[in-house]
């Protein structure tokens, strides 16, 4: 293969991949998107290739680590205030959401150039699409970092319980809380998912202890499993709803993962392992958490446990590391875009004080208004209602109807305008909800405080 100028380009070096790995020092080409250096040290426009270094099992990890999470705490909450019947909810959403999963993978199948949700937004509807997608991807990261970081702080408090530790006007929690914040802070920049799917299966394995913890909790007979459940609270569901929709939020690094597969063909695969994981401890643990616990059952489950009992102590635990595990995986999308926009500067340590102080910023922003605004199921509602089902639902059916209009079939078509309309119901009715429940809480500990 000869260039205009007759060099050799046979041999071509890539300069910045996706993740764009500093690591790498074969080249001192600037570190420029799409562009690779030739031996003739030239700079030629070639299509970068996509790091492609995770297996099957470890995208089914990295998409089960994400997607499994806070749901399993809030979900018996949920069914108990709501009642059994909303389990129909729960499930309806969870193959929602898998649908609308697999309609991500076909839309960076249809443009291999999408390497990201903003990227899909930018082939649907250009640049509003973009923007769009961009709003939303964000405030879902920071939210849902929010509301690990809300979880973190109410299970240490519980965890280190009659432990002294005093330090002069502040909380031994709000301490404990930016400690563990803080350990967490370098595997944000973790960029490769092939080496974040042993955090994903870290997250998987605590899951499954609080889930063990729980039942055996109930088979000891140290809580009889006895409470009845209502049928079903109509009023309880915009409220719920949104609970129910958080606990497949994902989407919006489901295309790294996508693009991160060895064999992207087998994604579909990966997306109905992994939600039927997902859905069926979900079910499971949403009925005997409400049939435990009854009234009585807080927002987080492993709170409602009696405090006594090793197995608490080990869901505790599990249920404090479980966000040190989430951190890395939720943050991805925002670092692999961090590194693109940063790519046009030659020095690796400018880049790297760049994503530091930018990285700082958002985590004390992050931390500070988790410690401001500590009532999870609130915000986790209105996270769910008003950002993850636009997220999980409508924007993922409207970029897919959009990118296929001229091949979508008329069934296909009608079932997109269906879900869209079904979500957008519950995104608004939710939010209302939840925003009202939100404020009418934080007035009321205002005043008394």
Known sequence: MESKMGHDISRVECVSCEL???????????HVEGKFKTESNECTDIKQPVQRSCSFTQSIINMTGMVIGLGQLSNSYGLQHAGWVSIFLLLG???ICAYTACLIGKCLNKIPESRSFTDIGQQAFGTKGKIIAAIFSYTEIFMGLVS???????????VFTGIPFKVP???????LTTIAVFITLPSLWLRDLSSIAFLSAGGIIMSALIFLTVTSTAISGV?????????LRLNEIPHVSGLYAYSYAGHVVFPNIYTSMKDPSKYMKVVVVSFTIVMSLYTALAFLGAKMFGTDISSQITLSMPQDRIATKIALWATVLTPMTKYALQFA???VQLERNLSSFKKSRTRKIIRSSIGSIILITILTLALSVPYFHHVLSLTGSFVSISICIIIPCTFYTKIYLTEISK???FLNVIIITIGSVISITGTIASSKSLIKIITTATRSG
Do not use: Q, W
């Open 148 to 158: 690990y970081t809300i979880l973190l702080h109410d299970n240490l408090d519980m």
């Open 93 to 95: 959403l969870g193959m």
């Open 169 to 175: 006007i502040l909380e031994k929690s709000k301490i």
């Open 411 to 413: 069934p296909r078509l």
């Open 20 to 30: 764009c790995v500093e690591e790498n020092k074969m080249s001192e080409c600037e």
């Open 333 to 335: 999308p925002f670092a």
């Open 223 to 231: 809580v009889k499993a006895n409470h009845n459940i209502p049928v």
